[in-house]
């Protein structure tokens, strides 16, 4: 991450953002309803973070992932995670050869540039923790050699919230690791019809691989480097702290954390900031503006305060403390 978040006066290459600019609007045309997480996935994608969905069945939450994963060139993987799940099962093992006596490693799917971890809270704790390092430094290790991860590599997991026998509820640590936090709302009429003429579309006529322009690597690099040159005033700075402070009590918004047991870290201030510069160059500016962290800030910061038991037996969400925190934060 550049330490300065960004310089007056940055240009926004327009040519350097029409790829992914092609690729948003493809994925809007394919993903009825679905901007919000296109554009997470996006910023995930630029700033190198993750991305939890959660949501009922049937919300295309996998089908968000792959398309997703389509419109970028690199390997895809999916895992499906069940109880019986091995943490070899995702960082790979090593395996004997025996016509040289040598063993030889044997790379797991989390050897990808995009990695689907559907219904991960069914991974058992193990399975969960092997995916702390990765998420968190890029590597994995196994026996006593680590290896690098591939460049760039994004984790989508998805969740869902009506089941709870056979899962593990995700800890702290864990979800501290994503980025955002994204709940998939049940569509409207309007949108579930939109849903049904595409399905119908697409069973008379499957889309072909052409269906999405894959960004290439080098494209990827250009836009990292626009991302981290966009500027970051030190008033939206203020906004930023204001923000993350307030889940600790302190501040007008500070209030509502008499239901928070566990407030957001720094990590949640970093991730407001460098996700606000990628939201920032996605729509054409230089510079971040606070209707940006306003937009992104309930995806962040849901996920990373735990809420006491008294708050949670009366019904309070994280992301509706986190939503009142917003309206009594002041802008400036």
Not at 53 to 82: C, H
Not at 113 to 139: F, I, T, Y
Not at 204 to 222: F, N
Not at 232 to 238: G, H, L, M, Q
Request: glycine letters at 10%.
């Amino acid at each position: 991450m550049n330490a300065d978040l960004g310089a007056p006066g940055t240009n926004v290459d327009a040519a350097d953002r029409a790829p992914f600019s092609d690729l948003r609007r493809a994925l809007c045309d394919l993903l009825i309803g679905r901007e919000t997480l296109i554009d997470r996935l996006l910023v995930a994608l630029l700033v190198g973070g993750h991305v939890l969905i959660e949501g009922a069945p049937g919300l295309a939450k996998t089908r968000a992932v792959k398309l997703f994963a389509q419109g970028v060139d690199g390997v895809f993987s999916r895992i499906q995670a069940t109880p019986d799940l091995l943490p070899s099962d995702l960082t790979g093992t090593n395996v004997f050869r025996q016509e040289t006596g040598d063993f030889d490693f044997l790379p797991g799917p989390l050897f990808a540039n995009v990695v689907l971890v559907d219904e991960v809270n069914r991974a058992p704790p193990k399975v969960q923790s092997a995916l702390l390092e990765a998420m968190g430094e890029g590597q994995i290790t196994v026996g006593k050699t680590t290896r690098r991860l591939a460049d760039p590599f994004l984790v989508a997991a998805t969740q869902n919230p009506i089941e709870h026998e056979g899962t593990y509820p995700l800890p702290e640590a864990q979800l501290d690791r994503f980025l955002f936090f994204v709940e998939l709302p049940m569509p409207d009429a309007a949108d579930e019809r939109l849903v049904l003429d595409l399905a119908l579309g697409e069973a008379a006529e499957p889309p072909g691989a052409e269906a999405l322009s894959a960004v290439g690597p080098d494209q990827l690099a250009a836009a990292k480097n626009q991302v981290r040159c966009v500027h970051v005033s030190p008033a939206v700075r203020d906004y930023i702290v204001r923000l993350t402070a307030a889940t600790r009590g302190e501040g007008a918004g500070g209030a509502a954390a008499a239901a928070i047991e566990h407030p957001a870290s720094p990590r949640a201030s970093i991730g407001l900031a460098t996700a606000g510069q990628a939201m920032a160059w996605l729509d054409g500016r230089d510079h971040v503006v606070p209707s940006d962290i306003r937009d992104l800030a309930p995806d962040i910061l849901s996920g990373r305060v735990g809420l006491t038991y008294r708050a949670r037996a009366d019904g309070e969400t994280p992301r509706a403390i986190v939503g009142t925190i917003l309206e009594a934060t002041p802008v400036i």
